[in-house]
């Protein structure tokens, strides 16, 4: 009886062992002769690996040649975790020459890597930090030195906006971009130029297939493939007047934007604040972090940004009534605010008892509320719409730039559909004086300004692109201009608008503007804001002919006529001192 | 010495087939760790492997008897040292396994597994068969709960579960029913019905107790056995995120992983171990890259190689027929254990044999099984194969113990 029990238990435990030993069997045979070309296949994709060579980036220049962007090689330092002997030894080496060790310190503690990953902890050493690295090398098992190369803007801040920053493509951009040649790791224009011409800039890398070990040590050199430079970029931007313009603009808020009117180039774009793209080259410090994050949105680029043009505005409304046939000579009471429908809309020279009697023209040149809510009243919304829609306000400009806002101007249709009401007549006031739902960039209004400036009345599409030219010197693109529309007013229509803008600064509102000898046309505005106000004017000059067309826009700068006239008159100072050869 | 002369000498028992089975794979054992090219290892090894024979045939010589006075001492000795390294060892990968005695490495946990065993035989012998009601069994819980505490604690999840289930073929073996040592399991099954399966853990926990309740009632375990199963049943289960949160994070997340492979779906932190070696596997084919040839051996791709992985050398230079045969080897080594257990006429030395055959078994199928993506990496050496001092003399000390089990036994009985 016990024998039998005895003899039950070896058997169980001989079939279980037979059992496990047939799994084992039949796993082996199902990976070694089965599945043997997959396995195969995988092992020799995880043994050679392509070292990719960094195609060296295009340069930016400006249209005189002035470098913007370029390349740089420099040594970075990385960190083989594995091979660490010593942790505390080697980070507080790096502290002690200033290196930012809290984000590799996290990562060691809390194992954020890969078996055998590099750790990249600074991309740009300084010469006596590499210095002191190698002298200790025996001591600094783990930490190694290798070239890379970065993107540097030797002009730091300036221009940032429309160069834009460079940085490591994110998973989004990757599956859009992977049919395109875009790998996981690839640097990639992340804003401004550098992402709108990426495909030129960036060029082809080469690669070295490689057999490398487990810790990526190369073991066998199979073939290499240069790596094709980018494409150089040649942009339209004039960088001196860029850089007036910016400390014109100084540290207020707000965007200034210059285009040569008789083209659509893009002379100068500054927003402000800015931000230095630098920062992008390497990791972020703690402070570079907090300046980036600032309350005040330093990346955003505020040339493309939607704001209510204000009275700049009534340049449209002014050109739609014109149009309309009403009479120039209609004269209008001013007493600082007209009521519609049992609501006061003010006018901004209330505090002074009104304009008076205000014709057209005079109307214009003060900016008279009173003038343009009668004009708003006289004219039906779509008119001044279809006017405003012939100067490209509320679509986009179609610049060589990413991230460009529509602006808006609104219809009675679309105020029926989004909010299920008719269009009021305060609609029509607020209209008039550019204020409502209507919305624009500085870059639109810009273009306004430019296309009243040409003599063929042209409305231009803006273009910062000048040429793209190969490494090795052969013409890639040729950029030229590319008019969008003709304004569809009368020519003398136009030509009593340049006159009254002349007046404007000669004699109204836009008279900080004025510089003696020299001719500068343009148009104040305050556009109301929950804040304060927000400045803006809007000009071109310095001669008859004019070379510049420039909106000057500055958030919540208050009244237009002051701080952002000055602004556009130290701008063409400058400019004219340079056109006659004193700076 | 006179054995060698006399007419009854129990040498004629001699299992040569064990012997050079064991050999021939320990012979294996040094080819393959001379091809993950580490000379120094290669020579510890080779010296490990003339101790382990040495004490081979001094274990062989003995009565396995006399061993069994000494066994307490061991056992002593091993928790000791077992408390010791884990306060005092050194730190690999994460854990403390090792001890350090004057320059000479040492895994107290296998010393620990053996004399267990011996601990474990005595208590069974004594228990003739009686195993009914869970005091009958439980001294020797307390046996395996010590030294399995201490490992858990290193943490060396691997070797303590080897403890476990050296205590679970011994108890088989000694006459305890299977339904009983399943209600010793249920414990850890409450836990895994309240994690593992994917719907309403609350529910299926409450149907797995239901089924438990059953199982006690229809199988007349005593009243006071029921009522202890079923509260450790529902006990282990209300404290098992305890347990959880107790594990290491590398063994929660290898768990994990292993559990569900979606966790890491690129294998590059949490199963870079198990899909390396198992393409190291797969890419040998029937007829292997060569002896020195593994490519993914040579440019030492899979960590620990020469120790935990050391079959997916033998699977990629050798290719099929190559594991085939090692697999064949280390079976065959298993069933001569087997065979020698069956045939013990002597109690003792049945339980004895039955713990080295768990032993020597259960890292033998878990080792492979995870070379092949079949089992989570738990860091179990392969006996006689992997490179590891103290694993592979305690292997030839165990088939000494084998060996003497045959050779010193009374009476064969069939």
Same mark, same amino acid.
């Given at each position: ?583 | ?46 010296? %490990?492997?003339?101790?382990? $024979?040495?004490? &081979? =045939? ?7 008897? @006399? +061993? /069994? *006075? ?88 691997? %070797?303590?579960?080897?403890? $476990?289930?050296? &205590? =679970? ?7 305890? @029913? +299977? /339904? *009983? ?234």
């Amino acid at each position: 009886m016990l024998n039998k029990r005895r003899q039950a238990i070896a058997k169980h435990t001989f079939w279980l062992g037979a059992f496990l030993l047939a799994v084992l069997l039949a796993r082996l045979f199902y990976l070694q002769i089965l599945r043997y070309g997959y396995y195969d296949f995988l092992a020799d994709g995880i043994r050679s690996r392509i070292i990719p060579t960094i195609a060296p980036r295009g340069v930016i220049y400006d249209r005189y040649g002035i470098a913007l962007a370029e390349s740089r090689l420099v040594y970075a330092l990385d960190v083989l975790p594995y091979q660490i002997k010593n942790q505390n030894f080697v980070l507080s080496f790096l502290r002690n020459i200033k290196i930012d060790t809290s984000a590799l310190e996290r990562r060691l503690k809390n194992k954020e890597y890969l078996p055998y990953e590099l750790l990249t902890v600074k991309r740009s050493l300084e010469p006596w930090q590499i210095a002191y690295i190698e002298e200790n090398k025996q001591a600094l098992e783990g930490v190694v030195i290798s070239t890379r190369i970065v993107r540097h803007y030797p002009q730091g801040s300036e221009a940032a906006h429309l160069l834009g920053y460079v940085g490591q493509i994110g998973s989004t951009e990757l599956s859009k971009l992977k049919n395109y040649g875009y790998q996981m790791g690839d640097i990639i224009g992340l804003a401004g130029v550098e992402r709108y011409y990426d495909s030129y800039l960036r060029g082809v890398d080469g690669g070295q297939p490689l057999e490398v070990d487990a810790y990526g040590n190369p073991v066998r050199n199979l073939r290499t493939l240069e790596p094709v430079p980018g494409h150089n970029i040649q942009l339209t931007i004039d960088f001196a007047l860029q850089r007036e313009a910016s400390r014109a603009l100084g540290d207020r808020k707000g965007a200034v934007v210059i285009i040569n009117p008789q083209t659509g180039e893009v002379l100068a774009m500054v927003s402000k604040p800015d931000y230095n793209p630098n920062y992008f080259s390497d990791f972020l410090s703690e402070q570079e972090w907090q300046d980036l994050r600032a309350k005040d949105h330093p990346l955003y680029n505020r040339a493309l940004g939607a704001y209510p043009p204000g009275s700049t505005f009534k340049i449209v409304t002014f050109l739609a009534a014109l149009e309309d046939k009403i009479d120039t000579a209609k004269t209008f009471i001013c007493n600082g605010f007209l009521v519609v429908n049992g609501r006061r809309f003010a006018c901004w020279y209330l505090d002074r008892g009104g304009h008076g009697a205000q014709n057209l023209l005079q109307g214009f040149v003060n900016s008279c509320n009173v003038v343009f809510y009668n004009l708003g009243l006289l004219l039906t919304p779509q008119k001044i719409a279809d006017a405003a829609a012939a100067f490209g306000l509320g679509t986009a400009t179609n610049i060589d730039l990413p991230f460009e806002n529509n602006g808006f101007v609104p219809t009675e249709r679309w105020k029926k559909r989004a909010y299920g009401q008719d269009w009021f007549p305060g609609d029509s006031l607020n209209m008039s004086i550019g204020q409502g739902y209507l919305l624009a960039t500085p870059l639109q209004m810009a273009l306004l300004t430019a296309a009243v400036a040409n003599k063929q009345n042209r409305l231009f599409k803006p273009y910062l692109l000048h040429k793209i030219v190969s490494a090795t010197g052969q013409p890639v693109v040729q950029n030229k201009p590319e008019s969008v529309n003709t304004l569809p007013f009368a020519p003398q229509n136009i030509q009593l608008v340049r006159r009254l803008l002349r007046e404007v600064v000669d004699d109204g509102t836009g008279l900080n503007a004025k510089i003696d000898g020299l001719v500068i046309r343009g148009k104040t505005g305050t556009a109301e804001n929950l804040g304060k106000d927000h400045a803006w004017f809007v000009s071109y000059g310095p001669y008859e002919n004019p070379d510049l067309a420039l909106a000057v826009f500055v958030e919540e700068g208050g009244f237009g006529g002051a701080v952002a006239a000055r602004i556009a008159r130290e701008i063409y100072l400058w400019y004219d001192a340079r056109q006659r050869g004193i700076n | 010495m006179d054995i060698f002369r006399s007419g009854y000498s129990p040498w004629r028992n001699f299992d040569w087939r064990l012997f050079l089975t064991g050999l021939v794979l320990s012979l294996l054992g040094l080819l393959t760790v001379a091809a993950t090219h580490n000379p120094a290892q290669l020579k510890r090894q080779i010296i %490990s492997l003339a101790l382990g $024979l040495i004490l &081979f =045939f001094v274990a062989t010589a003995l009565d396995f008897r @006399k +061993f /069994s *006075r000494a066994a307490e001492i061991l056992f002593g000795l091993s928790v000791f040292l077992l408390i010791v390294v884990l306060n005092l060892g050194q730190t690999v990968y994460g854990a403390q396994r090792w001890i350090n005695l004057a320059g000479f490495t040492f895994q107290p946990v296998e010393l620990a597994k053996l004399s267990l065993i011996f601990m474990l035989a005595k208590f069974f012998e004594q228990r003739q068969g009686k195993l009914d009601t869970i005091f009958d069994i439980l001294p020797g819980f307390v046996l395996v709960g010590a030294p399995f505490f201490l490992t858990y604690k290193q943490p060396d999840l691997g %070797s303590a579960v080897v403890l $476990l289930v050296i &205590f =679970f073929l011994m108890a088989y073996w000694a006459g305890m @029913k +299977f /339904s *009983r040592l399943f209600m010793l399991t249920s414990p850890l099954l409450s836990i895994l019905a309240l994690y593992t399966l994917p719907v309403y853990p609350l529910l299926s926990w409450g149907i797995y107790l239901a089924l438990i309740f059953a199982a006690l009632w229809l199988l007349h375990f005593p009243l006071l056995d029921s009522a202890i199963y079923f509260s450790l049943n529902f006990f282990s289960g209300l404290f098992s995120s305890f347990f959880w949160r107790s594990l290491s994070l590398y063994q929660r997340n290898r768990i994990l992983s292993f559990i569900n492979p979606d966790i890491d779906p690129l294998a590059r932190g949490l199963r870079y171990h198990t899909v390396k070696s198992v393409i190291a596997v797969g890419s040998g084919g029937f007829w292997g890259k060569g002896y020195l040839q593994g490519s993914l051996t040579n440019l030492q791709y899979i960590p620990q190689q020469h120790t935990d992985f050391i079959f997916s050398v033998i699977g990629e230079e050798f290719g099929f027929w190559g594991a085939l045969l090692t697999v064949f080897l280390l079976f065959y080594l298993l069933s001569r254990v087997y065979t020698i257990a069956a045939q013990s006429g002597d109690a003792f030395g049945r339980y004895l044999t039955a713990g080295i055959l768990a032993l020597l078994g259960f890292q033998i199928i878990i080792n492979i099984a995870m070379n092949i993506g079949l089992a989570p990496v738990v860091g179990l050496p392969l006996p006689f194969l992997s490179y590891g001092g103290t694993a592979l003399i305690i292997s030839w000390v165990s088939l000494g113990l084998v060996q003497s089990v045959r050779m010193h036994q009374r009476a064969i009985e069939l």
